[in-house]
């Protein structure tokens, strides 16, 4: 018997894969149903994989890309792609090789994974929280539950998540297994998450969304990150698409790191400043905060002047060429001071877990403890927005059931000699 711990992205694909090589499969699962987070996933239309090559997808892996090699050439995106199609589930491609189901419901996908499920030999457990490993004589014996009883396995493979949105039931169960285990797991921290701001001029603009604007990222001279894309101000400061990726490349060290916003990315600072200088002589008269809305959104450009320390009632004819330059350096490189990314709970991925080097990236299997597999999230491996961090959870699952299961038949093929 193999148990499958957690019936999320990784589970699923883990205890699918698993009985289609032969094994008899018991999936364990917490919440009353199983994929709960893949349910919010892409605001609910699931970013499920990305159409792209395997070097490519390797590009997009911010930690332990080089782990991800074998698993991902045993199950690629387009794997996916066909096993969602083959169970009446269609996909599109969409901006970005971004793959969505093409109904654009999320509830789609884990349909689709369930009822490829029930055509094989596994039995799903639900309302059944797994709350320790067993091993004995050096190998993995079973699951323990929460209500004291023991369920004997021959191989146990751990598919409970991260830390991230702990309401769909990933709350880092399985970090404290494996390091019960002696497994090294890496501190789990939050990434593709909003950032908090220890200026307010961002929380005032809260709910405005800016598109085309690029946000880099520096630490000294180093641009650790640079993206073109929109950007969300909210009540703690910045969210949106870049800033979620900003927070993959944060230093450990915050306080070495500038975050900057180019509102006018498609203008060099010449053009812009030549700009500059033809609406303010063509204002005359007018005060900066009138004329600003020809350049920024209404909202940001009634904080514009304070956020650079410019009186409110600044008439343009009499801008001096300091505050002009003051302005175009506001427009091309703005600061915005990060204090802190938020909490691990609201980011969309967790950083951090059981260390790839106590895991065999051909097998999934532990180098610790024989018949302990990993897949998904609870892995130190993550990566960028795109579809990338499910297809890893898929392409580790796949990994982790098929080897699981061959051990499996190795082990009772040895037992019948
Ligand atoms: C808001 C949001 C949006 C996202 N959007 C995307 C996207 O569009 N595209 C993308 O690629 N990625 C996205 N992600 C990331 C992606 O969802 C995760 O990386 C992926 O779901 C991880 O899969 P997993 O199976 O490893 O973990 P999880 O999906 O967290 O599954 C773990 C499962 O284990 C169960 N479990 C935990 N502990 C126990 C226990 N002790 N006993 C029994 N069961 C247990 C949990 O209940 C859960 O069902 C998003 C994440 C969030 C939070």
Redo the contacts with the bound molecule.
């Keep these: 018997m193999l148990i499958v ?7 699923l694909m883990a205890a699918l894969q698993a009985s289609r090589a032969g094994a008899s499969v018991l999936l ?4 009353e149903k ?5 349910y ?3 605001k609910g239309r ?3 994989t990305n159409d792209c090559t395997r070097d490519e997808f390797l590009r997009e892996v911010a930690r332990n890309p080089r782990f991800l090699y074998s698993a991902l050439s045993f199950f690629s995106p387009q794997d996916m792609m066909t096993l969602l199609e083959s169970a009446g589930c269609p996909v599109t491609v969409q901006r970005g090789r971004r793959v969505f189901p093409s109904s654009e419901k999320a509830s789609d996908v884990t349909r689709a994974l369930l009822s490829l499920l029930s055509r094989e030999d596994v039995r799903l457990r639900l309302n ?4 320790g490993i067993r091993a004995e004589n050096g190998a993995v014996s079973g699951v323990t539950l929460e209500d004291g009883s023991f369920l004997p396995a021959d191989g146990v493979i751990l ?4 830390f ?2 702990p309401s ?4 880092g ?2 970090y404290r297994f494996a390091s019960a285990l002696g497994h090294t797991v890496a501190s789990p921290r939050p990434v593709l998450v909003g950032l908090e701001t220890s200026a307010d001029w961002p929380k005032k603009l809260q709910g405005l969304s800016l598109r085309n604007v690029t946000l880099t990222l520096k630490q000294g001279k180093k641009t650790l990150y640079t993206e073109l894309g929109e950007l969300l101000f909210t009540h703690f400061g910045i969210s949106g698409p870049l800033a979620l990726e900003a927070s993959c490349h944060l230093p450990e060290d915050l306080s070495s790191a500038v975050l900057t916003l180019d509102l006018k990315p498609g203008l060099t600072r010449d053009q812009l400043d030549a700009r500059l200088r033809r609406e303010f002589e063509a204002a005359g008269k007018k005060q900066l905060r009138n004329v600003l809305p020809s350049l920024l959104p209404a909202a940001f450009a009634a904080v514009f002047p304070s956020v650079l320390g410019l009186p409110e009632d600044l008439i343009c004819s009499q801008i001096t060429s300091a505050q002009r330059e003051a302005l175009l350096q506001g427009l091309k490189s703005l600061p915005v001071p990060v204090r802190d990314p938020r909490p691990v709970e609201e980011a ?2 967790t950083r951090g877990g059981v260390s790839v080097k106590e895991i065999d990236p051909a097998t999934m299997e532990s180098r610790l403890l024989p018949g302990l597999y990993f ?4 892995i130190d491996t993550d990566a960028h ?1 795109g ?7 898929f392409s580790t ?1 796949a990994l982790a059931g098929y080897s699981a299961a061959l051990r499996g038949q190795a082990k009772e093929g040895a037992s019948d000699i």
Excluded at 128 to 131: I, K, L, M, P, Y
Excluded at 159 to 162: E, I, K
């Design positions: 711990v957690g019936a999320g992205a990784a589970g364990l699962e917490r919440n199983a994929g709960k987070k893949i919010i996933t892409g699931c970013n499920v059944t929280r797994v709350s598919a409970t998540g991260g991230s949105y769909t039931g990933s709350t169960d399985g969309v991925v897949a998904g999230e609870l927005t579809g990338y961090n499910l297809q890893i959870a699952g």
